[in-house]
């Protein structure tokens, strides 16, 4: 019996389903578009957290993956300190790529292959703010974790603890964009063959900015130039995507839908 | 008077223009690409510190111009095919995206084969090569996305807004790469320290410029027209064409 895998779609639509109604009578209340961007995004945010929260394991393997990659390069290379110091941040930070690449399928194939999607992109509330809860509910259940585990992994490569600092805050910035950016790749791919290696060949080009700042801040705070500027290109991508990419992720959900 | 320019927005209208136009530009590619390889391989003088080696930049800047320029081309039609839903808009886009990945391919290899002679390696992590580099990729999910997905309409869209996404990315993927690149290595290889270019060398290259322009908008053309047969075979404009009927 697939116990595992039932449970939680099923749940997930009777999830739906709940709130379906609770969306039906706060429809009536909703005085303009404005006031339905916050409701929509809370409820997509709740909705996705507790369909994340009910397979448990899933996650779990996602975060394993993360650090079982960044445990290979040790020995594909060498456990020489120095050597480690050099390569830890660059190590974490493609695992984290990889890590998020890995996870994207889950944002949105598992309610277009159900059904869910269409009725969300049909529900009355705007689909830009859906998309978003949806982002923001992703990025909490795995680029959370990578940022969390950062500083034990960033242990084993001999960083010191100003480095860990630096390359903790960085993924805690630069992981949010990995999830928007992601988003748009996802539902690009909706559906399409061979969509898994696809999505790595959109994505991952539009990842190195990220990946180039995020790394470049631990080597900068190292070198005695202070990570400041890298943190704040980071910061700065992070606002540009929170503009532009939940509107593209959308539009492009709907072109998958059509 | 004024001109409907929106007559040539229709497959059916901008065809038999497109097919007018194809032989001009071939003819002025070729033209340019005579003279242009002329000045290169003749007229330019050996330089006295590269050599012979030098001339492949009048292959090599043309096309990598290109490679750019013409990713800029691609997402204007993706724009204009999202923005008012025209079909001819979005068949552009699909017909210049090869062109730009050969381009940007011939960049690269031309690139590595100045490289070797010139700073002894083929590949260096060098700010613009590996910024080309990223620029190739990006034009191959293009090309990739259009072939996974089998409606050419969805298609459209899709690549559309992959296309503008990446045109959005492409500075910053640009200026990022060019300050890792500052914060990594020295500058052992240098572009922007070679002593400044003799006003033959810099003639050729624009006229090679203009031959590898005119050849992209040439082959453009003559993929939009296929695309265009092959999209809009049903209708019956494509039935009356005369090289469809003898087919």
């Known amino acids: 019996m697939p116990r595992s895998a039932f449970p939680s779609r099923a749940c997930g639509r009777w999830h739906w389903a709940d709130s379906q109604v609770s969306i039906a009578t706060a429809t009536a209340n909703v005085t303009g578009a404005a006031d339905a961007v916050w409701p929509a995004v809370r409820w997509a945010i709740a909705r996705d957290l507790t369909l994340a929260l009910r397979s448990r394991a899933e996650l779990g393997v996602q975060l394993l993956f993360y650090v079982i990659v960044a445990s290979l390069f040790p020995l594909a290379t060498t456990p020489e300190r120095n050597m480690l110091t050099t390569m830890g941040p660059g190590v974490l930070w493609v695992a984290a790529l990889l890590a998020s690449l890995l996870s994207l399928p889950r944002l949105f194939a598992g309610d277009h292959a159900d059904g869910t999607l269409e009725q969300i992109a049909l529900s009355p509330y705007p689909l830009v703010a859906l998309v978003s809860g949806k982002i923001v509910a992703h990025w909490l259940t795995t680029g959370l974790p990578v940022v969390l585990f950062a500083p034990l992994l960033g242990l084993q490569y001999a960083l010191d603890g100003d480095a860990l600092t630096v390359l903790t805050a960085a993924l805690l910035i630069g992981t949010p964009i990995l999830s928007l950016l992601g988003a748009i790749g996802a539902a690009l791919t909706l559906g399409l063959r061979a969509s898994g290696s696809l999505l790595a060949l959109l994505i991952l080009p539009l990842y190195v900015p990220v990946l180039i700042f995020g790394a470049g801040a631990v080597d900068a705070a190292r070198s005695g130039l202070g990570a400041g500027a890298n943190l704040s290109l980071l910061g700065a991508g992070l606002l540009v995507a929170l503009v532009g990419a939940p509107f593209a992720a959308a539009a492009a959900v709907r072109i998958a839908l059509d | ?247």
Request: with cysteine; net charge positive.
């Open chain 2, 1 to 247: 008077m004024s001109l409907n320019w929106f007559k040539y927005a229709s497959p059916a209208a901008f065809y038999p223009l497109a097919g007018k136009m194809i032989p001009w530009f071939y003819g002025a590619a070729a033209l340019l690409a005579g003279i242009g390889l002329y000045v290169a391989l003749v007229a330019a003088p050996t330089d006295f510190q590269q050599g012979d080696a030098y001339r492949i930049i009048f292959i090599h800047v043309p096309a990598a111009w290109l490679s750019m320029f013409l990713y800029v081309v691609m997402a204007c039609w993706s724009a204009l095919a999202l923005g008012f839903n025209t079909r001819l808009s979005a068949m552009m886009a699909q017909a210049i995206a090869p062109t730009g990945a050969v381009m940007t391919f011939l960049a690269l290899w031309t690139g590595a084969f100045w490289g070797r002679p010139t700073w002894g390696t083929y590949w260096a992590w060098d700010a613009r090569m590996t910024s080309e580099l990223i620029l190739l990729f990006l034009y191959l999910g293009i090309i990739a996305l259009r072939n996974a997905i089998d409606d050419p309409r969805r298609a459209d869209r899709a690549c559309g807004v992959l296309a503008l996404t990446g045109v959005v990315n492409i500075p910053i993927i640009y200026f990022s790469v060019h300050w890792w690149n500052t914060l990594h290595q020295g500058s052992s290889v240098s572009l922007t320290k070679a002593p400044a270019m003799a006003a033959i060398m810099l003639t050729g290259m624009l006229i090679m410029s203009f031959a590898a322009w005119f050849y992209a908008i040439a082959a453009s053309l003559s993929r939009v027209r296929t695309i265009m047969i092959d999209r809009e075979r049903g209708a019956a404009w494509v039935g009356e064409l005369k090289e469809v009927r003898n087919a």
